[in-house]
């Protein structure tokens, strides 16, 4: 669903991010990460996200990352926890074509 709204709409929206970050910590109680896991995943996934996009703004003076990319990676972290949040994002930046790094 996420990926449809983006590809339409250039957006992610938090009507579906903040309750997947909710849904994926309450999973976790009982599934696979685990709480702790699950918790580390969402702050590690928000954060590099959110201090890349930190970073570039304070080097170009532009916004380079929506908060909706930061928002839905936490999401994942959630979801995958710290482990796989890390291969997420790995991949996710050799797939991402639009970055203009090429």
Same mark, same amino acid.
């Not at 003076?61 to 796989?84: C, N, P, S, T, Y």
């Given at each position: 669903? &996420? $990926?449809?709204?983006?590809?339409?709409?250039?957006?992610?929206?938090? %009507?579906?991010?903040?309750? @997947?970050?909710?849904?994926?910590?309450? $999973?976790? !109680? $009982?599934?696979?990460? #685990? !709480? +702790?896991?699950? !918790?580390? @995943?969402?702050?590690? @996934? *928000?954060?590099? !996200?959110?201090?890349? *996009?930190?970073?570039?703004? +304070?080097?170009? *003076?532009?916004?380079?990352?929506? *908060? #909706?990319? %930061?928002?839905?990676?936490?999401?994942?972290?959630?979801?995958?926890?710290?482990?796989?949040? &890390?291969?997420?994002?790995?991949?996710?930046? $050799?797939?991402? +074509?639009?970055? @203009?790094? +090429?």
């Amino acid at each position: 669903m &996420l $990926f449809a709204i983006d590809l339409e709409h250039h957006l992610l929206p938090d %009507v579906i991010t903040l309750p @997947g970050i909710v849904a994926g910590i309450a $999973f976790s !109680l $009982f599934l696979p990460p #685990g !709480l +702790r896991d699950a !918790l580390i @995943g969402m702050l590690v @996934g *928000g954060g590099v !996200l959110w201090l890349i *996009g930190e970073a570039y703004f +304070r080097y170009s *003076g532009q916004e380079g990352m929506g *908060g #909706g990319d %930061v928002k839905m990676l936490a999401m994942i972290g959630a979801f995958l926890g710290w482990k796989l949040v &890390l291969v997420t994002l790995v991949f996710s930046s $050799f797939a991402d +074509r639009s970055s @203009g790094w +090429r």
